[in-house]
């Protein structure tokens, strides 16, 4: 049985000591992911401590996304993301797989790219602009930009800002890395589970933990919000990804109170793709009710205009945006002057307007082309289709005997990569199973056709 | 007297718990910038603790850059950089003072930026690489531009690299960061003494420990970096900032050896303006004499290019690059895709290196042209030209009974901004007093003659 020696004079509680022991076991792979661990009673009595103190480091454990718990059966070790070691390569890696349909990538096509208006409006900047791309662009963006941006949130998200509290950064995973060194790398962060992995993955990178809190059908669990004892919450209210999820208005209002309740609380509200909203009236942002200045808000050109723009923006509550400028104005924008430029103009100018307009209208087609071909192929039977209203993807409830590991083998061999709920998940076994993912707004039509008829070959009961 | 209770049970030392309350006031402005701290003898009697204890929390402190000693005198407290905080405003700061000549500035004139080249290469991209912008860009920055990089090295500055060791950054202090999160946030930095404020700066940020370590004639001391107890090495062997020292052969082997004695020890070598050497052949940077894997090299194109291109790259050794793959490749590249596209294209046909050879021309010219103008001053008498054979900016040693803040304030109501490199030490009193900084990248020959006739004034004995 796994034996671990405790410091008996530490200040560190036992349980943490053996949960921390078990975590860096598991991390490093000395104890493999799907390991079964031994069972409270006879751990607690190898080990000479309490059972309570197994079952609180169980407990962590679990909350934290190391272990999960079958009913009945016992506890296992969880796969942790470890990528095996890569061999030393002489010459670069191989390019990666070119799919026939990719529906796990939430890219967006470039098809659709205003080039020539955006090369037009590069050489306006040029013109326009020589004298100001001369000088430093400040800490926080040019105000050109942020003052664009203020107008555009106010006429189509009803918020009231200023380019003060805004700050402009190269893609919103940056900015998180900016957000953990405003708010402090000791704070506790509360992650949606399921949710984008990428998420967590910045926050531990950065040394900071991170809390999961069950995801329900009015939004995160705010019983489980308040067990986790977590400092910062990062939710995406407007459109949950994987889930769909659009967190109801007496929810939003029950974290805005959770937050108002300890200095130290934020919530970070992430809204990725909230312009798309296909039915109903879109929902405000969090940020619009937040009386206590405890809202960071973030929001990404990436998905709205193309992923080859890498601009980013925040929106801090003005006490966070004075001690950001105090703090952290020593670092220079990470966006270049020309494209800051180029995007103030695309927005100022009417452009970005037209083209969300634009884009969800093309978007609309395409969804309803995927659901009408969905409900005319054979799986209709068995399929469900899920909030399709908002954002760039939708949820498929299968029903079938297959796992979904197996179903995205069959689909992989034919070159259709395709992605279950249930990947996203964090410490729980069976969630998000036959839950398939559909992100469309990086197909075509055609690109679907093909996955259709492969998923249909290898969900058949 | 300043009184602290310490925590008798703690396991930590008490000399460091002392430590870390002088600190904390300090960093809180509790304990003034400038107020004189109690003697050692006296501090150790009223707070009960030996004057050892004392002695080790007061080097601590000098060490990193919270107190300074003056001989005979005693111990103050360093003003530590605290910016008062913002009012709370309505509207957006006041646009950052015109000057009539900036010489603390290290910034790239916008005027040689070859505007025409690189927006017929932009269109060029937008034609020939349509599809390749479709494509999310690798973690580690295009392909083509890591090729062009590796390249461009290998001809100019001797450097063998491989494309899957380049890193592309939106900027080196960005890339800063991600050196934090691959070498561990427990590791010590130590800092050349004097350095640009902005490297400690993000390191302090992520809550890195940084070490201050003198600079010497030869580069920084050795005897310093072994007594630091540091981790890893931040320097500048090629060009340092702002001292202008250019390291040695003996001193570049000595560092090297110090990084092979222990495997947790990296040196991370920050070339931001190499290419400009006037005299004398090009020395080759650490990374070619490293044999063991233990130099990071970094490097920028805001220096050479435009500080509104936001391109920066480091070279890992083979072994971190796999490390940084499997540990924080998950990071979407912060660069835009249609800049990398465009900066390769710059470079690989060769309009980088004709545009690095033109502005070497330039600055020798404005260099030359710019101690002209002092040797043919009434200053000529009381000054001396140090280090002006690399880089972007030399040293005017000055003789003068006036402080180097009384010149500098004279100099700021003409509108004149000068800096000096007594400004960069931390924790010495005196240390760069009447060393003049010449930044002259970002300035004219007029602006220059302004200067100086307002530096000839202001320095009048």
Chains 1, 2 share one sequence.
Not at 156 to 166: D, E, H, K, Y
Not at 322 to 346: D, H, I, M, N, P
Not at 455 to 460: G, N, P
Request: hydrophobic share 35%; proline share 4%; charged share 25%.
């Amino acid at each position: 049985m796994l034996t671990y020696i405790f410091e008996k004079d530490s200040k560190t509680p036992l349980y943490e000591q053996l949960y921390r022991m078990i975590r860096d076991d598991i991390t490093s792979g000395k104890i493999e992911a799907g390991s079964k661990l031994p069972s409270k009673r006879s751990f607690s009595e190898h080990l000479g401590v309490s059972k309570v103190t197994v079952e609180a480091a169980y407990s962590l454990l679990i909350a934290e996304g190391y272990i999960y718990s079958v009913e009945k059966k016992g506890y296992y070790a969880e796969q942790v993301g470890i990528v095996p070691f890569a061999q030393p390569r002489s010459e670069e890696a191989a390019p990666p797989v070119k799919y026939e349909a990719n529906l796990k990538s939430n890219g967006v096509s470039l098809k659709y790219f205003p080039f020539s208006v955006w090369a037009k409006l590069m050489r306006e900047v040029t013109l326009n602009y020589s004298r100001e791309l001369m000088e430093p662009v400040p800490y926080n963006g040019a105000l050109c930009l942020r003052e664009a941006i203020c107008e555009y949130l106010a006429e189509n998200r009803g918020m009231r800002v200023l380019p003060s509290q805004v700050i402009i950064g190269a893609g919103t995973e940056y900015l998180y890395g900016l957000i953990i060194q405003l708010l402090g790398f000791d704070k506790k962060v509360a992650i949606e589970n399921p949710s984008y992995s990428r998420i967590s993955a910045v926050y531990r990178s950065h040394g900071v933990d991170c809390l999961y809190v069950d995801m329900e059908n009015d939004g995160i669990s705010i019983d489980g919000l308040y067990r986790s004892g977590a400092d910062v919450v990062h939710i995406s209210p407007a459109h949950h990804f994987p889930t769909g999820t659009v967190t109801t208005q007496k929810r939003r209002l029950e974290i805005l109170e959770w937050a108002s309740e300890k200095d130290s609380r934020y919530i970070i509200e992430d809204e990725y793709d909230s312009e798309f909203r296909f039915v109903g009236k879109p929902i405000s942002p969090m940020q619009v009710s937040d009386a206590n200045g405890k809202v960071i808000y973030i929001n990404t050109f990436s998905k709205t205009i193309a992923p080859s723009i890498r601009i980013s923006y925040m929106i801090l509550p003005p006490a966070l945006a004075r001690e950001y400028e105090k703090r952290l104005g020593f670092y220079s924008c990470t966006v270049a002057a020309f494209e800051q430029y180029t995007l103030a103009t695309f927005i100022s100018e009417g452009y970005f307007e037209r083209h969300i307009r634009r884009m969800k209208r093309r978007y609309k087609v395409l969804r309803d082309d995927i659901i009408s071909q969905i409900e005319n192929s054979p799986i209709a039977d068995r399929v469900e289709i899920l909030e399709p209203d908002s954002g760039l993807h939708f949820i498929l409830k299968i029903a079938t005997d297959k796992s979904d590991s197996e179903i995205s083998e069959i689909c992989g061999k034919e070159k259709i990569k395709i992605a279950f709920l249930s990947e996203y998940y964090v410490g729980k076994k069976d969630a998000g199973e036959h839950l398939a993912l559909i992100n469309y707004s990086g197909i075509s039509s055609e690109e679907f056709k093909k996955a259709l008829i492969c998923l249909e070959k290898a969900t058949a009961l």
